[in-house]
């Protein structure tokens, strides 16, 4: 897939996960039962995240903030999504400004549709 808005992909994860047989089932299976499932991709050039159809259609893009700023010189290096579709995680490699001397992260965010 190509687009404008993927720069530098690191990490994907689906906007929503096959939970219903654990069998054969993981965090990284797209639940697909209704067809066009949505998946997210982390952007380690710009630290935005890219939710996407399976066809390759854009349907939104954030920009990842710690508490309102930037992520300075970090930048996204995985993503996952809560079992329910509503959280995202990510890591952020290096260092964060609002984080003092710490280096890298993992950040909480809502899931996001539009």
Same mark, same amino acid.
């Given at each position: ?56 259609? $854009?349907?939104?893009?954030?920009? &990842?903030?710690?508490? *309102? !700023?930037?992520? #300075? ?7 996952? /999504? ?7 995680? $990510?890591?952020?490699?290096?260092? &964060?400004?609002?984080? *003092? !001397?710490?280096? #890298? ?7 996001? /549709?539009?």
């Amino acid at each position: 897939m190509r687009s404008e808005f993927l720069d530098q992909p690191i990490d994907m994860t689906p906007a929503r996960m096959e939970t219903s047989d654990p069998n054969c089932a993981s965090n990284t299976t797209l639940d697909d039962a209704n067809g066009g499932a949505d998946f997210y991709v982390a952007n380690r050039g710009n630290n935005t995240i890219v939710r996407m159809r399976q066809d390759g259609t $854009v349907v939104a893009v954030r920009k &990842v903030r710690f508490y *309102g !700023s930037s992520l #300075g010189d970090g930048r996204l290096n995985g993503i996952a /999504a809560s079992p329910d579709g509503t959280k995202l995680w $990510v890591t952020v490699a290096g260092r &964060v400004p609002a984080l *003092g !001397s710490l280096i #890298g992260a993992v950040l909480e965010m809502p899931a996001f /549709a539009q």
